[in-house]
């Protein structure tokens, strides 16, 4: 059974007497849950299982060039706001921003059973918010037809989370399960959440329907079956 601990409100104050507080990575997770990031620190590389999502806003260039550089930084503003959120509420953590790209992760540093699932709901999630932004931006610009939209890519598998840089020390995930997550996210169209088939027998119950889809990948050398999952209302 989990205990909740209390992160807000006057009955939070005992415990944040004890340096329990929310956490800087997820508000929805407490300091003890950061406790993973110190064996980190110690043994400098961990492998860990865990779930990887990236997500990457399309025709951005094409964006860049319409909108301009300070409504441009606006919607990303919001694509990253939308990202936390979605990802926060399912227990991950946003790794990273690259640009107009995101990476996240689950299981890890807050250990979660379902975490491939969770990574699911959260991509979802985030697809139902960046439609919402998506008419927004399209009224600003007047009806443009660009093709803007969000491309999702999941993938789980064991991964090394680890101290990257002797100068510039920064924790992240790498390995082949990151790697191919980046990859078939690649060939997510705007709009959609790409799957791979590890991912896909986890939660293939709940998307009996999904759409099955051969992908050749660059930089691997045989082809990647990928499933389209769509929200079931």
Same mark, same amino acid.
């Given at each position: ?10 009955? #939070? ?9 929310? #956490?800087?990575?997820?508000?929805? &997770? ?49 694509? =990253? ?64 037809? &660009? #093709? ?51 991912? =896909?027998?986890?939660?293939?119950? #709940? ?21 389209? &999952?769509?929200?079931?209302?």
């Amino acid at each position: 059974m989990k205990m909740p601990i209390p992160l807000r409100g006057p009955i #939070s104050i005992p415990f944040r007497v004890f340096g329990i507080r929310p #956490s800087q990575m997820n508000p929805n &997770l407490c300091t003890i849950c950061e406790t993973n990031f110190t064996r980190v620190k110690r043994r400098k590389q961990i492998v860990v299982p865990t779930t990887i999502l990236f997500a990457d806003v399309r025709g951005y260039t094409g964006l860049s060039e319409t909108l301009g550089a300070e409504k441009m930084a606006n919607m990303l503003h919001c694509f =990253y706001d939308n990202c936390t959120k979605a990802v926060w509420e399912k227990d991950g953590i946003v790794n990273k921003f690259i640009g107009d790209a995101a990476l996240a992760i689950f299981n890890f540093p807050i250990m979660q059973d379902d975490h491939v699932q969770q990574a699911v709901w959260a991509a979802l999630d985030l697809l139902k918010a960046c439609d919402e932004q998506k008419e927004q931006v399209t009224a600003e610009i007047d009806g443009e037809n &660009l #093709s803007l939209g969000v491309g999702i890519g999941i993938h789980t598998g064991e991964v090394s989370i680890g101290e990257l840089g002797s100068s510039y020390k920064e924790f992240t995930a790498i390995g082949p399960v990151v790697n191919l997550a980046s990859r078939i996210q690649g060939q997510a169209e705007p709009g959609e959440v790409l799957v791979t088939e590890d991912v =896909y027998q986890v939660v293939a119950d #709940s998307f009996p329907h999904a759409e099955k889809r051969v992908c050749d990948l660059k930089g691997v050398d045989h082809p990647v079956t990928g499933y389209v &999952l769509v929200r079931q209302e």
